[in-house]
């Protein structure tokens, strides 16, 4: 399981979740030819969106 790391004191800029909370995000470093490399991926949970 890769963990997730809280960006904290994002709240004070006002970038949090819908419900409130601080983003986080997923590290999973890369390995071999792509050590160097970076994959985002960004989720949004649709059943939080307002109707």
């Known amino acids: 399981m ?3 790391i ?7 800029k ?3 979740c819908l419900d409130g909370t601080l983003p986080c ?5 890369g390995f071999g030819s ?3 490399s970076w994959l985002i991926q ?10």
């Open 42 to 51: 960004l989720e949004v949970r649709v059943s939080q969106l307002p109707n």
């Open 6 to 12: 809280l960006i904290i004191g994002a709240d004070a």
């Open 2 to 4: 890769v963990p997730f």
């Open 34 to 36: 792509g050590a160097n």
């Open 25 to 29: 995000y997923h590290l999973h470093p």
């Open 14 to 16: 006002g970038a949090v």
